[in-house]
């Protein structure tokens, strides 16, 4: 009952403002790596190429990575640094870029299953340092991910699982205006094998009372070092 309250209230700033959401499509094309290095440490890495729309017309390239600490199966917290470059929007691939972030996170996902079911809750703090070629900015914001993934021919998430997956996150600014954005996301995915994975989604993005959508395709690719024996 309480995941369904987060799910309401987190979406409805989404739905509110539907009216006003633009037809343009965008897309953003996605990697994201973890790599077991201990029982209780891992290396987080991610790559990710925004499109304005669905023909390459760059809009952000973000390179993010991390370590995180593995406090149990269920708890991650993890801390970090993120390069973002934002770019005009122009109808190239690349070309004139007007700001670009230096980012600093911390995070902490909580992951838990209910038969087939897993439930995610990711808190992030981000510090962020955002030039515009001008002067230098600094910003403070807090993220709540809300996360319910299951697989329909596999009791869990396993090699062959035909999966889908559904978030809602939403951007709380430290500053005047708190709200700072809501992204609400829907996927399909298949799990080639237990630590790799490819997803095909929407996501609908609002800003300042205005909607963007945007197709995704991401592919998650983990990687274990530890010990057979070791391993949780």
Known sequence: MKSILYIIVLVLPTLTNAQKSH?????????FNQTRVHEKWSIHSEAQFRSYSLDPNTEQILLRGGVNFHLNKSVV????????????DDGEIIKDQ???????????????????????????????WINN????????????LLRVTFPFNKKEMVKNAL???????????????????????????FQFTDRSNIQLGYLAQTVNKTTKHYLQLAVNYNIDFRKVDSKQ
């Not at 230096?102 to 079911?117: D, M, P, V």
């Not at 001008?134 to 807090?142: A, E, F, Q, V």
């Not at 809602?168 to 829907?186: A, T």
């Open 23 to 31: 037809s343009e499509f965008g897309n953003w094309i996605m990697v």
């Open 163 to 189: 999966f889908a997956s559904f978030y809602n996150e939403v951007f709380i600014h430290f500053q005047n205006e708190p709200f700072d954005r809501n992204r609400l996301y829907g996927a399909l995915g």
């Open 77 to 88: 917290c993890t801390g970090g640094y993120g390069w973002i470059t934002n770019y005009t």
């Open 133 to 144: 070629n001008k002067s230098t900015n600094h910003k403070d914001r807090i993220r709540y």
């Open 98 to 128: 007007h700001t670009q972030e230096h980012r600093t996170w911390q995070q902490a996902s909580l992951k838990n299953n209910y038969g087939r079911i897993q439930i995610e809750h990711r808190y992030r703090l981000e510090q962020r």
